[in-house]
Nanobody
Framework: QVQLVESGGGLVQAGGSLRLSCAASGRTFTNYAMGWFRQAPGKEREFVAT????????YYADSVKGRFTISRTNTKNTVYLQMNSLKVEDTAVYYC?????????????????WGQGTQVTVSS
């Protein structure tokens, strides 16, 4: 089992920034690719960003490319999502996820573990 705990969400004005963190415990962090997904009210959960276990492969959703940055610190068992130039449409619950095997993927069902989520609200 892998436990994932997100933090860093909150309320921010449009154009502002937030950094989300996801702390992992329970298994060897470097065995897992990590992903961020989000779910807005009334919508399906959607892919945001993913990073391979080495950090060498990274993918972003088109909607966040150029504004969000995913990174990981393996010595701290933590993955981050730096969110800049936030828009009202970025408002959602953001979920951290872990995929066994370490290969980054944008496909939600390929992730094995999920955190409880952290709310991000962007006001106009």
């Amino acid at each position: 089992q892998v436990q994932l705990v997100e933090s860093g969400g909150g309320l921010v004005q449009a154009g502002g920034s937030l950094r989300l963190s996801c702390a992992a415990s329970g298994r060897t962090f470097t065995n897992y690719a990590m992903g961020w997904f989000r779910q807005a009210p009334g919508k399906e959960r959607e892919f945001v960003a993913t990073i391979s276990r080495s950090g060498l492969s990274i993918y972003y959703a088109d909607s966040v490319k150029g504004r969000f940055t995913i990174s990981r610190t393996n010595t701290k068992n933590t993955v981050y999502l730096q969110m800049n130039s936030l828009k009202v449409e970025d408002t959602a619950v953001y979920y951290c996820s872990a995929r066994s095997g370490g290969i980054a993927t944008i496909t939600e069902y390929e992730y094995d573990y999920w955190g409880q989520g952290t709310q991000v609200t962007v006001s106009s």
